[in-house]
């Protein structure tokens, strides 16, 4: 790892990659190369911009590290501003670099201005030991003395080496249908992707994905994954010669922002990186977020099993239907009870108690106290359901305070689930929010919390802000800073981030939230895509998944198949515990215990996809931890009947180690050399079929 400055050349080195910049003679920071490490390091020269006829700008097609709107420029661009004076182009240009080394980390700043109007852009590039991720972020600096307007401010730009067109990947989802896989090849025009809802949303996450002829193990792979989990906008544009860009930020839609003198605006940061194949960069990821992003408290710590209320008993909970689940779901081996939406106000179904976040004692006549209790004597710790950001216009809070609402006097607000998004800008809803909460923490022994966001935003008048169009902005700021708050003030919390499932799953929600719920889906079926393409980019713990009673008519799956589908993240159980009988119980019972023998592995393992499931018609799955490798096996109601048999070759294991493990029935001990070169047969029987297989090293 380094970070060197030769003549205006900057070289990032990662474990295996070169990303290079350079100042040009016109003072341009241009991108001269982003992949595998050459050799030659001293040949990176910058080039003399040229235009290429009157209708072809040098701008416009030069690779610049952070191009903003200025000049003769017609393409996406990474800043827009606004001056005192009205001029509306910013031009920037190299100043001056700093490389400094924080905690065992290396940290470039490459400073650009706009000399005239004393607008300074900080681009900062993070490289860290043993990865080949970058984190980037931006830093819009005014040292004028007059307001600039911040239209549009990325957190990066990059560019890609080859002309050939890229695949672009991203999700095509929807509420109970997130994470699904699109590929897209971009071969003119922009790709965009964003959101506009005022959360990251359930149909595309903030990312890049840009590869050629890759597979899970080779093939060129650019990616980069923005923490942020309000409005963003990632567009990928290839131009008339064939340059293929991605610009990643912050969503401009509705967006502006005053920057007053001496102020700044720092960017959310990109974790981007350069891979051969799609399997390294999710594991690139996943252990980058385990190490740096996901908050420190329980980052390495392996998730508890939970049980969740909400699929057994809806808004109907009370006092003793609760103790009772407590009592089953401690016997199975739970370790963690959440009760989930309706314990509040007067809240019996979605059209009533958002905001009055005090116990109904109707349904717990002597408050929470008996319960927790009752939890707690069993050994497990409780968690509780809010969704602080909302509020029901049939609520105490709503009646003495509209006007907290977003909300224009003239126009009627559109009621989604019959709630309306509190304005979360105003200092006074802030402080509300964070106490309703920490009251409950400070009155209870509560060690979870489960924030929920159920709408997005409409109506968005924010008659208190200077500017009320970087509300976007300063809401999601607002959630994020009551979640560091809860946490810093009690260090024991856990806080799970759900957006109607996994309409908030995103790299900046893990900042500081320890885990997602990642869909309101969950049929075992559906789950197979939905949980392959979360864990494209995004960590294997932080992602909840449940067992529940989930039971398609057409396509019945049995208690094996929704445990060795579930158990590929941190397993939760979420069904009506009061209806199963002795056996189901039993199943249970024993898939916690055995949950629990490979929860490390599957929560912080090397994670190998072994088949691809448009190709091989089963998903195989393959987690590797120390001395532990935890083969799953599922095939779907697509998967041929007669493909009953599979040649499995594992990866990842060690060539001369020697593994035990049950095959069909016997118990057999190979070299790693063999499973993995050689591999096994398996049968399966036809559709709907899992298996789940666990090698421990022994020698
Ligand atoms: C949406 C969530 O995704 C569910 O898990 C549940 O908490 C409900 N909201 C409760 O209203």
Not at 79 to 87: F, M
Not at 154 to 178: D, I
Not at 191 to 209: A, I, N, Q, W
Not at 439 to 454: G, H, Q, V
Request: proline letters at 3%; charged letters at 25%.
């Amino acid at each position: 790892m380094l970070i060197s400055e030769r003549d205006g050349i900057f070289i990032l080195e990662t474990e295996n990659t070169h990303y290079v910049m350079g100042v040009n003679c016109e003072g341009e920071l241009n991108h001269l190369h982003w992949g595998k490490k050459c050799p030659v390091e001293d040949y990176f020269c910058t080039y003399k911009p040229w235009e290429r006829s009157s209708n072809h700008s040098a701008r416009d097609f030069g690779k610049t590290e952070y191009l903003s709107y200025g000049g003769a420029v017609y393409r996406p661009v990474a800043l827009t501003c606004t001056y005192a004076d009205r001029c509306r182009e910013t031009m920037l240009t190299y100043k001056d670099f700093n490389i400094s080394e924080q905690d065992g980390a290396f940290l470039l700043e490459i400073i650009l201005e706009d000399k005239p109007y004393r607008l300074e852009a900080s681009l900062f590039y993070r490289l860290r030991e043993g990865t080949d991720i970058i984190e980037r972020w931006s830093v819009i600096r005014n040292c004028s003395d007059s307001t600039v307007v911040l239209g549009k401010i990325a957190s990066g730009e990059f560019n890609f080496p080859s002309k050939r067109p890229y695949t672009s990947t991203n999700f095509n989802g929807t509420w109970l249908a997130e994470f699904r896989k699109e590929e897209t090849v971009v071969k003119n025009g922009s790709l965009v992707y964003e959101s506009r809802k005022g959360g990251s949303d359930h149909t595309v996450s903030p990312f890049f994905v840009l590869s050629q002829n890759a597979d899970e193990r080779q093939g060129d792979v650019f990616f980069g994954a923005l923490a942020w989990s309000g409005n963003f906008k990632v567009e990928v544009s290839r131009d008339c010669v064939g340059v293929t860009r991605a610009v990643i930020g912050i969503n401009d839609f509705d967006f502006s922002y005053n920057l007053h003198p001496t102020e700044e605006f720092v960017t959310p940061s990109v974790y981007c990186g350069y891979v051969q194949g799609y399997g390294k960069m999710s594991n690139l990821m996943n252990d980058y977020a385990v190490e740096y992003i996901l908050p420190r408290s329980f980052a390495k710590e392996p998730l508890p099993v939970l049980y969740n209320s909400w699929e057994a008993t809806w808004f109907n909970v009370n006092s003793l239907g609760q103790q009772k689940l407590a009592e089953i779901a401690a016997e199975l081996g739970v370790e963690l009870f959440v009760m989930d939406d309706g314990w509040f106000g007067k809240r019996k179904d979605d059209h009533a108690g958002l905001g009055d976040w005090y116990v109904n004692r109707l349904k717990f006549p002597r408050g929470l106290k008996p319960l927790i209790d009752k939890v707690t004597k069993l050994g497990m710790k409780f968690g509780l359901w809010f969704e602080p950001e909302m509020v029901n216009p049939d609520s105490d809070l709503y009646r003495s305070h509209p006007e907290w609402t977003y909300h224009y006097d003239t126009r009627t607000p559109t009621r989604m689930r019959d709630q309306l998004v509190l304005n979360l800008t105003r200092e006074d809803v802030q402080e509300f929010v964070f106490s309703c909460m920490d009251d409950m923490l400070n009155e209870y022994d509560i060690s979870y919390i489960k924030w929920d966001m159920n709408r997005s935003y409409s109506e968005t008048g924010a008659e208190n802000l200077e500017n009320p169009q970087e509300l976007w902005y300063r809401h999601t700021k607002a959630v994020y800073e009551i979640a560091d708050r809860l946490k810093e003030k009690h260090p024991g919390l856990q806080i799970e981030c759900c957006a109607s499932g996994g309409g908030r799953a995103d790299l900046g929600a893990l900042s500081h939230f320890d885990m997602v719920w990642t869909s309101d889906d969950t049929d075992p079926i559906d789950r197979l895509q939905i949980q392959d393409g979360f864990s494209l980019i995004y960590p294997t713990k932080s992602m909840r998944a449940w067992v529940t009673d989930t039971n398609r008519g057409s396509r019945p799956n049995d208690w094996d198949f929704r445990f060795n589908v579930t158990m590929q993240g941190s397993l939760s159980i979420g069904g009506n515990l009061l209806k199963y009988d002795k056996r189901e119980l039993k199943i249970h019972k024993d898939y916690i215990a055995l949950y629990k023998r490979i929860r490390n592995t599957v929560q912080f393992g090397a994670l190998h996809r072994l088949a691809n499931f448009a190709k091989d018609s089963i998903y195989a799955n393959e987690y590797v931890y120390g001395n532990q490798c935890v083969l799953f096996l599922c095939t779907d109601v697509t998967s041929f009947f007669n493909d009953k048999f599979y040649h499995i070759k594992l990866a990842g294991l060690e060539e001369d180690a020697v593994y035990k493990f049950e095959h069909e029935g016997k118990e057999l001990t190979l070299s790693g050399a063999y499973l993995m070169n050689v591999g096994l047969d398996y049968e399966m029987g036809g559709t709907l079929e899992s298996k789940i297989v666990i090698f421990e090293k022994v020698q």
